[in-house]
């Protein structure tokens, strides 16, 4: 059969839709919904994708925040390292044992314990003094001073302290001496330890 020569292409394609429309519909409703279904995934996907980003976001700064921060073990740790054998008498089973008597003219380095003799007192500043008995002198470290005067006697048999060391210092003729530093113990600062260490054990 010979084509007529006065249909042109275009007449050919537009009759074959026409012919053929229910099959043309199909395929562009298809199309309209492979687009549809495309954009819509895409969208959840960009919204999912930025929720996650932020809990990641927020879980790393969360996550930083804790690490740059002790924990209540490290510092409970720290405490303990920071204490001296003295201090760790008072914590380890706690600070009720009984507190050996020191006396002054026997001191040793390491001692612990309290002095049951009245001493006379020259204050030095609010946290030091130097302390005389009937047989020497010794210093006192980490002792408040608060309300004393000097070359007054003191009962300070309530404190508890240990020697850590020793001092030179000039007397009031012009020569120097040596004598202990005594420190006295935070017993505060001890009680809040050894109640953590008896929680502690108890769990």
Not at 74 to 91: G, I, N
Not at 165 to 174: F, S
């Amino acid at each position: 059969m010979i084509p007529d020569p006065s249909v042109t292409m275009a007449d050919r394609i537009a009759d074959a839709l026409l012919k053929n429309w229910r099959v043309v519909l199909a395929c562009c409703g298809m199309l309209f919904f492979a687009g549809s279904v495309f954009l819509i995934s895409t969208a959840i996907r960009s919204m999912f994708s930025e929720r996650t980003d932020s809990v990641a976001n927020a879980l790393q700064a969360d996550e930083s925040k804790r690490s740059s921060e002790p924990s209540e073990e490290e510092l409970f740790l720290v405490e303990q390292l920071s204490l001296s054998e003295a201090e760790k008498r008072f914590v380890y089973p706690g600070p009720s044992f009984n507190v050996p008597k020191l006396s002054p003219a026997t001191f040793k380095l390491g001692q612990f314990g309290y002095v049951s003799d009245w001493v006379k007192l020259q204050i030095i500043s609010d946290s030091e003094a130097l302390a005389k008995t009937r047989l020497t002198t010794f210093f006192l470290k980490d002792f408040s001073t608060h309300g004393m005067i000097d070359d007054k006697l003191y009962d300070i048999s309530d404190k508890k302290i240990e020697i850590v060391g020793t001092v030179k210092y000039e007397t009031a003729i012009g020569s120097s001496k040596t004598v202990f530093v005594a420190k006295v113990l935070d017993e505060a600062k001890l009680a809040k330890i050894a109640d953590k260490v008896r929680r502690r054990q108890s769990k």
